[in-house]
């Protein structure tokens, strides 16, 4: 009788997307890490203002921000590691996406790790995951739509489209500036060989799912006189944002995803507009193109091209990675390009992320000798804005509480808090029931939409108004302590003021005090 044979199997060697979801669980890793270091974003509170709020739309945003941060908070609460939780996983799954669009161009393990070390360490990319946003959840569904698209082109099956028209009409319901993506996206259809996809009836149906997505944010516009329009005009017509010509532009792209980073995106640029195996996702390139001249044009923040730019590190990687496969003499570029590139993100982090005190990152900027460039003509502060709107706010609302809880009981009774903006307003409705202070109101924003609350205006404590102006509208105005948080932004320096007698009834002035930028 013969002995029983063993099966013996090899274990199977790891995936190269296996090294995608590395890097996305690093990322995910760090931004929990670095969630607490300092406080509140200005714009995370209104973010928690609007979920408490919710509604089709907003004046200076997409729903779905709001509605996805209001589900969160039901689930997970409010706490910073709650708040931050989503943009963190927003920005892993960026990571590993972006991984998969590498692989979908031509790229094996190196190419994939090239590919993931550069989008986990480009600071834009990391600095908008480090807060609760729109911005986070943007990359998703354009880098998302990115992919569905090669892999139509790949499988031949352009079924696969109706989930571009859903991540699309997501995108859409996230942040309107995606309507500016989707033409890019439809002038690079048309200048390549792809345009045979208008023919299909499947990227009508997708275009249908996008639109009807998309409908009720629409419909909300159409009713409230389209609000965002005037927003967008009021903040062009006060150039409130620094409008750059199209080469300092350019120059601020460069700075934005790290100038080393250059060495990656660049060529990957160059790769799907000449190289022969990147023909085929020629449409690619013209896309970038298409969106890089409309932001130009309309003198756009030069961030609002970051989500457009993981697929352009992706077919980056996929070239050094032929290349250093093909020409021999080329080999030492595979370690080299990797550590250019991971040693570069290291150095720009803390500009990108809260890695030093406030005090640490301002000598680490001088010894540096690095400014970061502005994005709004205003600002002002020890720290840049993304680290600077973080500070102060919790103090304001209890200066704020000392004043409020000093009126005479009666008074009290009838005080509304008016903030000059949503931030003021919006950080009294957050932390000010710690101290039993009412909500807020404010003509900012969407706070307009949400009126006086019934208050008269008989008895007002102002945030962020000047003498003159609260001299105007009020029969008498008391000087109050002042607002100076070390580390916040120069707007946020003002005194708090005691406004009594409106000369107007409140629901009256309401219109006049309309304020959107």
């Known amino acids: ?51 408490d709020h919710l509604a089709a739309g907003y004046v200076d945003l997409a729903p779905l921000s709001a509605w996805l941060l209001h589900v969160n908070r039901v689930l997970l609460g409010d706490s910073l590691y709650a708040l931050r939780l989503l943009p963190a996983l927003a920005f892993g799954a960026e990571v590993v996406l972006s991984g998969c669009i590498a692989r979908e161009l031509g790229a094996q393990r ?110 909300w516009q159409v009713q409230h006189h389209f609000p965002t329009l005037e927003d967008l005009r009021n903040v062009k017509a006060v150039h409130k944002n620094i409008e750059l ?24 640029l160059g790769f799907l507009l000449f190289h022969r195996k990147g023909k085929n996702f020629r449409i690619l390139g013209f896309t970038y193109l298409a969106f890089l001249a409309v932001m130009m044009a309309l003198r756009g923040k030069d961030y609002y091209l970051a989500p457009i730019y993981p697929m352009l590190f992706a077919a980056g990687a996929v ?35 809260p890695i030093l005190s406030p005090d640490g990152f301002i000598a680490y900027r001088e010894a540096v000798g690095i400014t970061p460039t502005r994005t709004e003509t205003s600002m002002s502060g020890r720290l840049p804005e993304h680290f600077g709107d973080e500070f102060g706010w919790s103090e304001m609302v209890a200066t704020v509480a000392g004043v409020y809880h000093s009126l005479p009981a009666e008074q009290r009774a009838r005080t509304a808090i008016l903030g000059g ?12 029931a710690r101290y039993g202070l009412p909500k807020a109101i404010s ?50 320096h003002y005194t708090i003021l005691v406004c009594r007698d409106f000369k107007i009834p409140l629901d009256q002035a309401w219109p006049r005090l309309k304020f959107w930028n």
């Open 1 to 51: 009788m013969s002995a029983p044979t063993i099966a013996v199997t090899e274990s199977q060697p790891t995936t190269p997307l296996s090294i995608a979801w590395l890097f996305g669980g690093l990322a995910v890793l760090l931004q929990v890490a670095l969630a607490t270091r300092y406080g509140y974003f200005r714009d995370e509170l209104y973010f928690l203002a609007c979920s």
């Open 245 to 268: 010509p199209p080469l300092p532009f350019l120059g601020a792209q460069l700075m934005m995803l790290n100038p080393l980073h250059a060495l990656v995106w660049l060529p990957g």
């Open 421 to 432: 903006n949503y931030g003021e307003a919006a950080s009294i409705d957050f932390f000010g």
């Open 319 to 353: 070239l050094w990675e032929k290349l250093s496969e093909s020409r021999p003499g080329l080999r030492w570029l595979r370690r080299a390009v990797p550590a250019t590139v991971i040693i570069s993100g290291i150095f720009a982090a803390p500009y990108a992320l």
């Open 443 to 492: 003509p900012h924003q969407n706070y307009y939409y949400w009126g006086p609350r019934g208050y008269t205006g008989e008895s007002l404590i102002l945030l962020g108004w000047n003498v003159k102006d609260a001299q105007y509208w009020c029969g008498t105005v008391e000087e109050g302590p002042e607002n100076a948080p070390y580390y916040g932004m120069g707007w946020e």
């Open 110 to 219: 190196w190419g994939i790790f090239l590919c993931c070390a550069s989008v986990l360490s480009v600071p834009v990319f990391g600095s908008q995951a480090d807060r609760y946003s729109m911005n986070a959840f943007e990359p998703l569904f354009w880098m998302g739509c990115i992919y569905v698209l090669l892999l139509v082109l790949k499988l031949q099956k352009p079924r696969l489209l109706l989930w571009c028209g859903v991540l699309l009409g997501l995108g859409l319901e996230n942040k309107h500036s995606t309507v500016f993506f989707l033409g890019a996206l439809f002038i690079g259809l048309l200048l390549t060989p792809q345009r045979r996809l208008l023919a299909s009836k499947w990227l009508w149906i997708a275009a249908a799912i996008a639109l009807v997505i998309a409908v009720p944010n629409f419909l």
